[in-house]
């Protein structure tokens, strides 16, 4: 089942001689459950790609649908509220809420929609992130892989149609990376969520089900 289709998208900075084409009519889709890696040098589109994707920026040209949705037909208040709701976000540097002690940041996305928080799938979370000794601490009293491990609940909570990781390694030493890494396979496999990730290192992109390559805004290569 199709859960993501991008259609010729294309984004396009300034004009004349300091235009910059970022994507050049990307398209391709993704299935449900799919683990797909995209990955490119710095410059490439890769993170022009992935915040178009996750509704964070728009298109000059080009459809992105998620779940048979247009989402570039949304106004901006209905794609924030479609964003919150369907999209997970993973980044490279967290982006925590420094007074929220762990649960808190993983249950903002559903305090921000007023939305119950399910005790059990909460602390299925926390079960699977490791974090069950570390609830109450704020992210300042936290490891870099503890801090991406709750980013990761966060994105997860609301059981999202997308997961999106920008660079979820970027910050971290080997042996986290690679826990990270694991972790987002293990909810890949065990809740079937949809993950896109962004990444440079080829070696991380294996752990993929498929890797797309992007260079100078084009897709260069499927496999």
Known sequence: MEILKVENLTKVYGKGTTKVVALDHVSFTVSKGEFVAIVGASGSGKSTLLH??????????????????????FNDDKLAIFRRRQIGLIYQFYNLIPILNVVENITLPLALDNREVDKKRLDDMLELLNLENRQNHLPNEL????????????????SPALILADEPTGNLDSKASDEIVALLKKTNKELNETIIMITHNMEIAKVADRIIKIEDGKVIMEK
């Open 143 to 158: 490891s870099g892989g503890q801090q991406q491990r709750t980013s990761i609940g966060r994105a997860l909570i609301t």
């Open 52 to 73: 178009l994707i996750g509704g964070v920026d728009r298109p000059t040209s080009g459809k992105v649908y998620i779940d048979g949705q247009d989402i570039f037909a």
